[in-house]
């Protein structure tokens, strides 16, 4: 099979596309995951670069705004949860609880893998029923042994999702808290 991605690209390319970006090296090295040694190499290399950052830079050329869609916002809020597939942000959910304010991040064009789906703009309420989702069900048998093993004195989502980063059984999300 063949592809139309280059094979090489040259310093110039490197420099090109980190400039478009405005980034520094520092940036566009933390960016694809490289060192900053790396970057300056890469852009003083009198040879040709191959493997996969061609296909990055490429990838890059051809849809100049990926870096903003997978930038991570500034947290203005005091309580930020990832939502989480595997390894892969799906939404960051950021909260003001005595506010009541959430703001979310979508990562994914999915809506299976959104914390709230198609729902843009959640309300707090929205906020509470997504916390409720990742737990085990408020009227569940012998939740109070449950609670107790989790050193919880009483049902709470949140307290349950810090425990349990919000897993389920055979389900690949959860949730990672940052305050």
């Known amino acids: 099979m063949q592809y139309v991605t280059p094979k ?24 694809v995951g490289v ?31 990926y870096e903003k869609k997978i930038r991570v916002p500034r947290k203005e809020l005091p309580l930020r949860l990832w939502y989480y597939h ?7 959910i950021d909260v003001d609880e005595v506010r009541q304010r ?12 959104r914390a709230f789906g198609p729902i843009e703009n959640p309300s707090f309420e929205n ?26 004195p009483f049902y709470d989502p949140f307290l349950i999702i810090e425990k349990t980063e919000g897993r389920m059984e055979e389900d690949h999300f959860w949730i990672r808290i940052e305050r």
């Open 86 to 92: 595997d390894r892969m942000v799906c939404t960051i």
């Open 127 to 152: 906020y509470q029923a997504f916390l409720e989702s990742r737990c085990f069900p408020r009227e569940r048998d012998k939740q109070k042994i449950i609670l107790k093993s989790l050193d919880i």
């Open 102 to 113: 959430v703001e979310i991040h979508n990562y994914t064009e999915n809506l299976l893998f």
């Open 8 to 31: 090489e690209i040259y310093a110039a390319d490197i420099k090109n596309i980190r400039k478009s970006l405005s980034m520094s090296q520092r940036e566009f090295a933390d960016f």
């Open 35 to 65: 060192s900053k040694p790396t970057v300056e190499r890469w852009e003083t290399a009198g040879k040709a670069i191959n493997g996969p950052m061609a296909m990055l830079v490429d990838m890059l050329r051809r849809e100049t705004d």
